[in-house]
Every structure is written in C-alpha cells, then in structure tokens.
C-alpha cells in the first residue's frame, strides 16, 4: 500500500490539491466534510514519525473505519516504507505482528488483554488515557505516544506523559479554550457547511477547553457540560479527575435527565475500588461535581468510530447490562 493508495481507498483524495476529511459527528454535532490541503498531512508526516519514533521496518496496526485517526495513521506509515495492516473493523487479535499499533484508550485496554505482543508503540488518540492504562502498557513493555488532535487542525499536540506542542504548532489557552496557530489547519468545511472551527488571524479552535502551563497542554475536552440544579459542570474536568483514580483503568461521565434538578452527573467506571475512588473524588472534585449515580462495567461500549460514545452508555445503563456500583 502507498499512501496515495490508502487516501483514495478511504474516498478522501481525487488526486488533486485538496482533501476531503469527514468528521465522526460524535463532538460538535451532525458528520460534516473537512476541506484541507494535501500538504497540511503529507508535510506533517516526516514530523510524526520523529515524535512517535515509526520507522520503515515497522509492522503498524491501524484497524478501524475510515476517520481521520486511522487514515492518517495508514497513510502517514505507507509513506514511511512501513507495512501496514488496515482492517475496517476493530478486533485485539489483528494486534498480532504488529510493532505499532494506532489506538483509542478502549482498544488498548483490549490490546493488553492479548499474551506475546510484539508491539513496541502504541500511539494512542481519541479519548483521554487513563493513568492506570497507561502504567500497565509500559509494564507490559510498550512505549506510549499521544497525542491530540481533531480533523479541523489536524495534530495539535503529542508526547510521553505530556503532551506538547506538535512540530510547528503554537497552543493558547483562551479563557480556558484552546486555540492553535499550525500550517497543518483545514481551509474550512464542504459546502459552507457550519461546524466547530473558528479563527482568529491566524490561529483557530474548535471548542475544546484545556491549559497550557509551562509548555505542557492538558486537553479536557470538547466544553460538553451537564446543566444540575442551577450549576454547570464540565465533563472533562471530572472525567480527568477519575481517571486519575486508583484502578481506575477508563470511565466516561455524562449528564443523566432529573426531575427536580433538571441533570445530575453520572459515571460509568471500569476498574478502581469503589471506597478508594470516592475518596478521590472528595478530594479533588467540588462537591457539585462529584458523580451522583455511579456505574461499573467489565468494559465500556464504543461508538462506530472508536471512541466512547455516551449514547451507547444511556443505552447500556436503561437496558440494565451496565450495572449501578454499590
């Protein structure tokens, strides 16, 4: 496979100047086309390949459907010289053989339940990583890359533990939003259709909120809040502070519907010690935050695209096969 060969199999190329870029609908609202230029990605992926250390001789997992995360993933190591192995579909077995694997936090969970890896980097997007997940893939003897990013301004920010700026990209925190100044931008959307990108000269965001502190950028996520009682509660910041629970391995934490306070916060947790996690949570959460239905479950459902999807979750708990921890 070539990397011309992976973007027109997944539709995004006509072999001209401009790519055409869907997004997953899962933030920001409806699925929308992303107009970007053929450079702004093969430009970037001499880049990733030093900040995630892929080489030629490597084997690189990039199995899933055909969002931005993996075609640039399969794209970006065919024009490396690496081979590629490009399932549609997701299942932890196709990890086999391969050296570096591209994953969202949920598939490395799975990735880890497989004996005899061969991996060597698992280059992990989509979600936030778990700390718990993340000492288990270095236990295990896999090198952990992420990084943040969205289809609008392509890679924003990469590392070991931290993430910084990505090659040639300048991050902002904007009253409390990221903003990016990067030559890996999209030039807007197909049809003049609306969505989340917004400029400002020349630097652009599509919402998520986050910090920058000293060079390091943490990332909360799209600005979804749950509305409770007059309060409003941002899912990222909680989810942050869950994940960084002991045991803790993933959670995702949504707004459940109330009669009286319109939402309260609830979360579904795989992992962690129910008394330790409350424990954490009182002491790094305001009490308004704090989940007030608490779930468990072996796994959390994932979306199409691999991502967690919270609907997925309102489905798993009114269905009963996500069980309220007590």
Not at 4 to 14: C, K, M, S, T
Not at 228 to 242: D, H, K, M, Y
Not at 288 to 309: C, S
């Amino acid at each position: 496979m070539s990397w011309q060969q992976a973007l027109r199999a997944a539709g995004y190329w006509d072999g001209g100047d401009v790519l055409r870029v869907p997004t997953s609908g899962t933030s920001g609202g409806a699925p929308r086309t992303v107009l970007r230029t053929l450079r702004s990605w093969t430009d970037s992926f001499e880049p990733f390949a030093d900040a995630t250390g892929i080489d030629p001789g490597d084997v690189v997992l990039a199995a899933g459907p055909s969002t931005s995360l993996f075609v640039y993933a399969r794209a970006q190591a065919a024009a490396l010289g690496a081979r590629v192995i490009d399932e549609p579909r997701w299942r932890p077995e196709y990890v086999r053989g391969a050296t570096v694997a591209h994953l969202t936090p949920t598939m490395l969970g799975d990735v880890l339940q497989v004996e005899d890896l061969d991996l060597r980097v698992a280059i992990v997007a989509g979600a936030a990583l778990a700390p718990t997940l993340h000492e288990e893939a270095l236990r295990r003897g896999v090198d952990v890359v992420e990084y943040y990013g969205a289809s609008e301004l392509s890679l924003v920010a990469i590392g070991r533990g931290e993430l910084r700026p990505f090659s040639s990209v300048e991050v902002e925190s904007r009253d409390g939003v990221l903003w990016a100044r990067s030559p890996w931008t999209a030039l807007g959307y197909a049809d003049g259709a609306d969505g989340p990108l917004r400029r400002a000269g020349d630097w652009c965001t599509v919402g998520d909120t986050g910090e920058v502190t000293d060079g390091v950028v943490r990332v909360y996520g799209r600005g979804d809040v749950v509305s409770t009682g007059g309060a409003t509660v941002r899912v990222g910041e909680v989810s942050t502070a869950l994940r960084a629970a002991p045991g803790v391995v993933d959670c995702v934490v949504l707004g459940l519907p109330h009669p009286r306070l319109g939402e309260v916060v609830a979360v579904v947790v795989v992992g962690g010690d129910r008394r330790a996690v409350l424990d954490h949570c009182r002491s790094m959460l305001e009490k308004v935050q704090r989940p007030v239905r608490w779930y468990t479950a072996d796994r959390l459902p994932v979306a199409a695209t691999g991502k967690l999807g919270a609907a997925e979750l309102e489905r798993a708990i009114d269905s009963g096969t996500v069980r309220r921890w007590t």
